[in-house]
Structure formats: C-alpha cells, structure tokens
C-alpha cells in the first residue's frame, strides 16, 4: 500500500526559502508520478509542479515557475520542493500526491482527480 509522507514546512518572511519533502513508500513501480499542490484559505486547490521520476521534464505552474523547483532522490523514494523567494501569495497548505507507476508530463499532469496517493498537508506560511 502506498503512503506518502510531507515534511518541511514552516514560517518564513518574504524572500525566503523553504524546502518540502515527500517520502513514499510502498510503490510496487520503480518510476511514479508525484506532484505538489497547495490550497490557499478560502481558495482552491491548485497544481504547483510536477515530475515523472522515471525521467522527463519537470512542469511547473505559472505562478511559481523561476522560483520553485521539483526534484528528486529515487534511492530515497523521494521527491523535493525547493521554494525560494516566497511571497506573502505562497502561503497555503501543500500538499504531495503520487500515482504509482504512470507517465506523466505537462499542464494535464497537474490536475488533483489524477492522484490516487495524498500525503498529509503541511502549512507554509509567507509574511510580508
């Protein structure tokens, strides 16, 4: 069964850095799909990047292209989101999904209904 665990968040000032963590385990493929999405209060949730970690580009949304960058550690089963930069905007629950063993590529790759596997959310607080 798969799980996905989220660490890494945290209170940062404007300008500042922050990095996300999303372990899995359980993976019966050895290439998945993982994303990152976030919902901000009161809004709702959208797709900040995404990777296939069997090997392709990386696709990230508009609003955080240049500044966040998705990566990953396949020996570690784990997927990274380095934030820098943040705006007072970045400030919402992330969260990680995974979707065991499929290609996945470009904006249709970062649609929620796409992902079986969620880890926990976790707060990434921005302050002017």
């Known amino acids: 069964q798969v799980q996905v665990m989220v660490s890494g968040g945290g209170s940062v000032q404007a300008g500042g850095s922050l990095r996300l963590s999303c372990a899995g385990s359980?993976?019966?493929?050895?290439?998945?799909?993982v994303a990152w999405f976030r919902q901000a209060p009161g809004k709702e949730r959208a797709g900040v990047a995404v990777?296939?970690?069997?090997?392709?580009?990386?696709y990230y949304a508009d609003s955080v292209k240049g500044r966040f960058t998705i990566s990953q550690d396949n020996a570690k089963n784990t997927v990274y989101l380095q934030m820098v930069s943040l705006k007072p905007e970045d400030t919402a629950m992330y969260y990680c999904?995974?979707?065991?063993?499929?290609?996945?590529?470009?904006?249709?790759?970062?649609?929620?209904?796409?992902?079986?596997?969620w880890g926990q959310g976790i707060l990434v607080t921005v302050s002017s």
């Open positions: 999904a995974a979707e065991e063993g499929t290609y996945c590529s470009g904006l249709g790759a970062l649609k929620a209904d796409q992902f079986l596997h």
């Open positions: 359980g993976y019966t493929y050895s290439s998945n799909c």
């Open positions: 990777i296939y970690t069997g090997g392709d580009s990386p």
